[in-house]
């Protein structure tokens, strides 16, 4: 990459001693990197907001990588950061033969609190809203970017805060970003005072949070950077998502608190709107499971589908039945394939085949029980179980896969079955 006189190849050491100084709070090293106006108090808080930030992204295990525009470089983390957070950047500028955490082509004025790790830049534009979106109002201090050819933004609403001991205005502005493509999208807050938010709804950590928070009882997660209050200072900044017990976000509700002059907390700020998603957007894809597919050498025909999520083990169980047949020689075999446990085969051909069945119906049953089973306990619900069911001339008749997962407090869910008839 070039420098364009920017000696890049110099960041990588810079950023490492960025790192350090943010987790040891090194107070003469982060200094350098902002503007002299920013107050002793304020500082304090950027200090602790770097280190906090800093550790979750090192404990995340992703590798940032660099992206250079003129005399800015963003240092851009993306993958599982916890907390459903897929994205994370941290800009510098070079100026006069340094690294600055601030862009020194702007006013004195320009240059608030959000200084610390992973804080949203400016926005370019207000957004041009729809019909039923939250118009933002000219004064905001900080608003969502405006909608693109690739992305459409709709504004959600702001919140505002002015902290009095520091002379600071906190801000936040929920949007949602739907790339116009693929109709993916992501809840975003762009924020002033604290860091910016980006929760991607598809991601599986979202689901694995709620799951987590579900089973000690909680029916919303915190999602973000927040800044929680603690003794002498009631500051708060959070997005809370909300959601049932099928782990459905079901609203979002943000707080924003700030200081008086006295220290004390000032009314809270809080705004609560619908989750953005369509029912079920925080779902994982349409099958936790497919079969294979087919060849020259064997043709595979889709029979059945079954899944369930077991929220106390944090896991999808997901079952695919389907016709696997021989074009050379006619010969097919009827498979299970599964996430989270064994699949199953059954060959009908086969003389156990038969025999199977023959000493089920001696014992007067009308079906088989084949494949990976798992039984119901007394602490534990759960249950998979295939069943090949037989007419009293002993010839298959159709296939029952069942599936019992359980809910937060452990208790069932209503079974799940889902029934094919005998392919042959």
């Known amino acids: 990459m070039a420098t364009d006189g920017s000696p890049l190849d110099s960041f990588k050491a810079f950023y490492e001693d960025y790192c350090r100084a943010c987790k040891s709070r090194d107070a003469a090293f982060l200094r350098k990197l902002l503007p002299g106006s920013v107050p002793d108090d304020e500082f304090a808080f950027v200090l602790e907001m770097s280190r906090q930030s800093m550790e979750a992204l090192e404990a995340s295990g992703v590798t940032p990588t660099l992206a250079k525009t003129n005399d800015r470089v963003d240092v851009v983390y993306q993958g599982d950061l916890g907390d459903g957070m897929t994205e994370f950047t941290i800009d510098f500028y070079f100026h006069d033969g340094q690294w600055l955490k601030y862009d020194p082509s702007l006013p004195p004025e320009a240059h608030g609190p959000s200084l610390e790790v992973g804080a949203a830049p400016p926005p370019e534009a207000p957004p041009a809203p729809g019909p039923t979106a939250f118009v933002p109002g000219p004064d905001q201090a900080v608003a969502a970017p405006a909608s693109t050819d690739r992305a459409s933004i709709t504004p959600l609403g702001y919140l505002e805060a002015r902290d009095v001991m520091s002379s600071v205005t906190y801000a936040l502005a929920p949007y949602v970003e ?4 693929s109709g993916k999208w992501r809840l975003r807050v762009s924020a002033k005072g604290a860091a910016a938010t980006n929760l991607d709804p598809a991601h599986p950590s979202f689901r694995s949070n709620m799951a987590k928070a579900a089973v000690k009882g909680e029916d919303s997660i915190l999602v973000g950077a927040s800044i929680a209050p603690k003794e002498g200072d009631p500051r708060c900044v959070e997005t809370r998502v909300h959601f049932d017990e099928n782990l ?3 609203r979002v509700a943000m707080r924003l608190v700030a ?3 006295d220290g004390s907390a000032t009314e809270p700020q809080v705004l609560t709107f619908p989750w953005p998603a369509p029912a079920g957007g925080a779902a994982g894809p349409a099958q936790v499971v497919e079969p294979p597919k087919s060849s020259t050498s064997v043709e595979v025909e889709q029979l059945a589908y079954l899944n369930g999520y077991d929220v106390v ?13 021989r074009p050379q ?14 699949g199953a ?3 009908p051909s086969h003389p156990s085949f038969v025999r199977n069945v023959e000493t089920a119906a001696k014992k007067g049953e009308d079906h088989v029980v084949f494949g990976f089973r798992m039984e119901p306990k007394e602490d534990d619900p759960r249950r998979v179980e295939n069943r090949l069911y037989f007419d009293g ?22 079974e799940q079955v889902a029934s094919f008839p005998w392919p042959a």
Not at 314 to 321: E, I, L, R, S, T
Not at 393 to 414: I, Y
């Open 329 to 342: 020689t006619g010969n097919w075999v009827l498979k299970i394939k599964a996430k989270s446990t064994a």
């Open 248 to 250: 459905t976000p079901l």
């Open 259 to 261: 200081r008086n002059a």
């Open 345 to 347: 085969s059954l060959d």
């Open 393 to 414: 001339s002993l010839k298959p008749t159709r296939v029952d896969m069942h599936l019992v997962v359980r809910k937060a407090d452990g208790s069932a869910r209503e």
């Open 313 to 325: 083990a944090d896991k999808d169980y997901g079952f695919v039945a389907y016709k696997e047949t």
């Open 178 to 181: 739907e790339q116009v493509a």
